[in-house]
């Protein structure tokens, strides 16, 4: 055992009694997560007293029942697997058939969509709403910072999804980053809208609170006039989002009523701290939003791989259109096409820190090629002005973001071709003012198939995120001389047709 960290576990004894997580079906204190989830650790590992980083996947919708799960993955001294709810049964297949967990734990209401999947694979279904009994006492494992803590699943430009580990010390390292730049306090209380298996909505959302003592507030899912009148309410501290759930609090604040348009404006005021990330936050979006609630948005740069890197200050000039600077602890540099360190770009950005995450699961290649002489490439370009750093976009056309999700256009397109009347296809994003880009299809098939089957296939395989919205069948795909698709005349070719 080497150099043991404190975890959220740890650090809840000293606020047991504060309000932790209030959800729809209640309040809790930080006693009553610990208490819950020494039952649920209890369940996972009765015996040994350390679980010794296997895997434990654990499909729980946001709110208490989550939180309690997650932290008794880490009490047994498992890695947290965590699942999207709303994942259609091949993602969740291909989770379990890639992150290979010794169980799955869920709620009833998912035990029938999760419990056949796992069990045809040998993998041990935990219904949570059955555990009850108190937990004996068992002797937890001290988690060393170099311990497997979580894995969370993110899409490439290689094919399907990546399980992203990250240890102990790289969460640890993520969270207390953004609770010493984001000034985080017990008396924070935070409004959680965010899907639970990726970064946004684990590490800034939910562990930065839980790290200090403070509480989180969960509302799922999302629900524009919901969110505004609980930050209307003025009892919300902090918030944070992608863009697109701005722009829906904007359309939503303007088809309401004066009387409610007024008290939601009122009540955001109260708040302390805005953020967004995950997907540029265009500067109209910005500017309305600080005209609305008072709040310049702070905008910050992250990425599954590396927690967050970048970000505007929370005192000084937060500058529009830009992701501000390195946070505490994190080195970032930007590099040319040859590696060779650029002082302002433009130039890739590479990040190195205690935070950088550890290897893609079983993917040794994938996590060598990954980095060059300990930094890690993010294949997004930027330059520096004025200090500072303003994204430019990413090297690879085929990393879309949608909604604030990454989403590869090889994994969408090698899915379609698993379609029998599929002979070819090209994915692209294309600019879109709600969703940042929307996914789009040219589709090449061999007998005739309307867009909407094809559409209906795919929902059954992938996440409904990852589906296009526009699907065009064409007769050919253009090319260039040497039969690439060339990518930019399929956006041409969708934009003239779907307008
Ligand atoms: C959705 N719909 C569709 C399709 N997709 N219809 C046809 N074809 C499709 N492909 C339907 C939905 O079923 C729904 O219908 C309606 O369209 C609206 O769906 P959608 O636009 O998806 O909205 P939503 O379900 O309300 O969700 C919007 C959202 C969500 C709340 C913004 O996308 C979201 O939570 N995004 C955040 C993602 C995130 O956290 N990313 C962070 C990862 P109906 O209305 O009939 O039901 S990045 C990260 O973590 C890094 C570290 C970072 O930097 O942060
Ligand atoms: P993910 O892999 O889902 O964690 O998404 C990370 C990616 O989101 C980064 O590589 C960026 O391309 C993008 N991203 C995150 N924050 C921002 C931001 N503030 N502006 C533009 N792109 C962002």
């Given at each position: 055992m080497t150099n043991p960290i404190s975890t959220l576990i740890d650090r809840a004894g000293a606020t047991a009694d504060r309000l932790a997580v209030v959800d729809g079906s209640g309040q809790y204190r930080y006693r009553d997560l610990l208490a819950r989830s020494a039952q649920i650790a209890r369940v996972l590992d009765p015996a040994s007293g350390d679980l010794e980083e296997a895997r434990v996947a654990f499909l729980v919708p946001p709110g208490f029942e989550h939180v309690a799960t997650q932290w008794a993955v880490w009490r047994a001294g498992a890695v947290a697997v965590p699942i999207a709810p709303n994942y259609p049964a091949a993602e969740i297949a291909y989770t379990l058939d890639d992150a290979a967990p010794i169980a799955v734990v869920t709620t009833a209401a998912f035990a029938e969509r999760i419990g056949p999947i796992a069990k045809s694979r040998g993998i041990s279904t935990i219904v949570s709403s059955e555990i009850s009994a108190p937990a004996a006492r068992r002797i937890e494992p001290i988690l060393g910072a170099d311990r497997r803590a979580m894995m969370v699943y993110t899409s490439g430009t290689t094919g399907r999804p990546k399980g992203v580990v990250t240890t102990h010390g790289m969460l640890q390292a993520q969270i207390t980053t953004l609770v010493e730049a984001w000034a985080w306090q017990a008396p924070d209380r935070g409004l959680h809208v965010l899907p639970l298996n990726h970064v946004h909505g684990i590490v800034n959302a939910l562990c930065c609170p839980l790290w200090v003592g403070a509480a989180v507030e969960f509302l799922d899912p999302f629900d524009p006039v919901r969110c505004w009148e609980r930050l209307g309410?003025?009892?919300?501290s902090f918030f944070t989002a992608v863009p697109t759930i701005y722009a829906r609090l904007i359309a939503a604040h303007d088809a309401a009523s004066d009387t409610d348009r007024h008290r939601w404006r009122q009540g955001a005021r109260a708040a302390r701290l805005m953020c967004s990330g995950s997907a540029a936050l265009p500067v109209s979006v910005l500017e309305r939003w600080e005209a609305l609630t008072g709040h310049r948005l702070l905008e910050r740069y992250g990425m599954t791989e590396i927690g967050m890197a970048l970000a505007n200050p929370l005192a000084g000039e937060r500058r529009a259109g830009t992701v501000g600077q390195p946070l505490p602890g994190v080195q970032a540099r930007l590099v040319d096409e040859s590696g060779y360190p650029l002082d302002r770009g433009p130039g890739e950005i590479q990040i190195r820190g205690a935070?950088?995450?550890?290897?893609?699961w079983n993917r040794p290649g994938e996590t060598a090629a990954a980095f060059r002489d300990g930094w890690f490439a993010t294949g997004d370009v930027a330059a520096v002005e004025d200090g500072y750093w303003r994204l430019l976009g990413r090297q690879s056309t085929d990393i879309i973001k949608s909604a604030g999700y990454k989403i590869s256009a090889l994994e969408i397109e090698e899915t379609f071709r698993q379609h029998p009347a599929v002979i070819d296809c090209a994915v692209v994003g294309r600019p879109d003012p709600d969703l940042g880009e929307r996914i789009g299809a040219a589709v090449v098939v061999s007998e005739s198939v309307e867009p909407e089957p094809l559409r209906q296939w795919l929902e059954e395989r992938l996440a409904r995120y990852k589906v296009p919205r526009d699907i065009m069948v064409v007769d050919d795909l253009p090319r260039n001389a040497m039969g690439k698709v060339l990518k930019p005349a399929v956006r041409e070719l969708l934009s003239s047709r779907a307008g």
């Open positions: 309410s003025g009892a919300i935070q950088v995450f550890l290897e893609y």
